[in-house]
Nanobody, 125 residues
Framework: QVQLVESGGGLVQAGDSLRLSCAAS????????MGWFRQAPGKEREFVAS????????NYADSVKGRFTIARDNAKNTAYLQMDSLRPADTAVYYC??????????????????WGQGTQVTVSS
């Protein structure tokens, strides 16, 4: 079993930055591919970014490429999502997720067995 706890969300203005953290506990963190997803009001949850267990492979949604950076520190059992140049369209609840089956990380939500509770990010114009 893996427990994931997100933190770092908040209310910011357009153009600002935020860094989300996802603290994991329970099992060997480096064996899990990690992903960040988000869900805006009235919309389905969507992929944001993923990272492999070793941290050497990353993947981003086109909407955040060049603005967001996913990273992980396996010694701290923590994944991060650095979000720069935030836009009102980035407003959503952000979730981190862990996959033991796809250790390279994946865009597909169905491969992630463990999910955090989410953290709200609100970007005002």
């Amino acid at each position: 079993q893996v427990q994931l706890v997100e933190s770092g969300g908040g209310l910011v203005q357009a153009g600002d930055s935020l860094r989300l953290s996802c603290a994991a506990s329970g099992r060997t963190f480096s064996r899990f591919g990690m992903g960040w997803f988000r869900q805006a009001p009235g919309k389905e949850r969507e992929f944001v970014a993923s990272i492999s267990g070793s941290g050497d492979l990353t993947n981003y949604a086109d909407s955040v490429k060049g603005r967001f950076t996913i990273a992980r520190d396996n010694a701290k059992n923590t994944a991060y999502l650095q979000m720069d140049s935030l836009r009102p369209a980035d407003t959503a609840v952000y979730y981190c997720a862990a996959s033991s089956m796809i250790t390279t990380g994946t865009r597909a939500q169905s491969w992630y067995e463990y999910w955090g509770q989410g953290t709200q990010v609100t970007v005002s114009s």
